[in-house]
């Protein structure tokens, strides 16, 4: 019987993924990740998003009811690293990172796939709204899942072929109402729990608060500028702006102003009009190459570049062995460096990178 680790969050998602591998005749293990740095359990119960201490006796009780086995395993200082001194860290140099993204591939893959190996497991499993499949080249690739509604697969491109081959994601077959469905014919009492939204460290959205708290720096204010370098007035901070943004920027020019830019080694905050936020290029770094060895030069795909972007063509250019440019076909709006840019072929996750200009 092979045995596989269930990342538990206490939602609906993992609780029904475990449901469904015990189904299948898997040897399941139930794990919530510890990654809140707080110890305070105040703290704790009001912030921990989807690893909290109401997820962890959440995800206890569906493992009771499962009668699988239940541990919580200590993640903090790799979710420190990875996540959220890279979170900062992107705010600082003026992008808008994706913390998601980070968490999934080195905590929720590289740290607990390294543990679960550790222990005799021989998959780890996930909630995730994205399938696993084996291509005709033989590698491993991600298919989007089959409800186009709760496709998570933009958030999972920076996978490995070797996280990939020890991973099961059960309920990337079924649409969140089915999902819903399994989990109150069972009797889990998380059948009806809403979704988390926020990132999980940052509850009430204030990054430049988070930011300020977590460095002990003060934000320093600077100019914005227009795009021949004049300046219209003062920001508050890079890190409260982001490409693309119009609302929140506190300047009154007569006309509708956008972020076009973020430049920190100036401090300055670039302001345009809608049409300056457009671009038809973008290049992007940090590859990787999932449905194929390497990029080719003149392959053309769609590409995603943000997580609720419903994707556009485009041709994908080699500019040196460590990064590419995506030249889409029409202009896109407010290309963010920072962000992913993920590629597919149809419902496969070609692979993706992180744009940086």
């Not at 996930?126 to 989007?144: D, E, M, S």
């Amino acid at each position: 019987m092979k045995k596989v680790v269930v990342g538990m969050s206490g939602g609906v998602d993992s609780s029904v993924a475990a449901y469904l591998l015990k189904e299948a005749g898997y040897d399941v293990i139930g794990v919530t990740m510890q990654i809140w740095q707080d110890e305070d359990n105040v703290t704790l119960e009001e912030n921990g998003g989807c690893c909290g201490l109401s997820a962890v006796d959440d995800a206890r009780r569906v493992a009771n009811s499962l009668e699988i086995p239940y541990y919580v395993m200590n993640f903090k200082s790799e979710f420190k690293s990875n996540v959220m001194d890279y979170f900062v860290k992107e705010y600082q140099m003026g992008r808008t990172p994706n913390p998601c993204i980070a968490c999934n591939r080195y905590v929720k893959w590289e740290s607990l796939l390294t543990r679960s190996l550790q222990i005799g497991a021989d998959y780890i499993a996930t909630g995730h709204y994205a399938r696993i499949v084996t291509l005709p080249n033989g590698r491993f690739a991600l298919k989007k899942s089959a409800t186009a509604a709760k496709d998570q697969t933009y958030a999972l491109y920076n996978l490995t072929q070797d996280q990939l081959s020890k991973t099961l994601m059960p309920v990337g077959e079924y649409t969140k109402d089915e999902v819903r469905e399994i989990a109150a014919k069972i009797g889990l009492l998380v059948a009806n729990k809403p979704d988390s939204q926020e990132i999980c460290f940052v509850p009430d959205n204030n990054y430049a608060g988070f930011i300020e708290e977590y460095t002990g720096e003060k934000i320093m204010p600077g100019n914005f500028v227009d795009t021949k370098g004049n300046i219209l007035g003062r920001h508050q901070g890079i890190i409260h702006y982001t490409v693309g943004q119009r609302k929140g920027l506190g300047i009154a020019l007569g006309r509708p102003a956008f972020v076009v830019e973020i430049r920190p080694e100036t401090n300055e905050v670039v302001i345009g009009s809608n049409e300056e936020v457009f671009t038809d290029r973008l290049i992007a770094n940090q590859l990787n190459a999932m449905a194929v060895e390497e990029f080719e030069d003149g392959m053309e795909v769609t590409a995603k570049i943000r997580y609720n972007h419903e994707g556009s063509k485009c041709t994908i250019r080699k500019v040196s062995e460590t990064e590419i440019a995506c030249e889409f076909e029409t202009p896109q709006r407010a290309v963010t460096p920072g962000q992913a840019v993920v590629f597919y072929q149809g419902d496969i996750v070609v692979g993706g990178g992180t744009i940086i200009k």
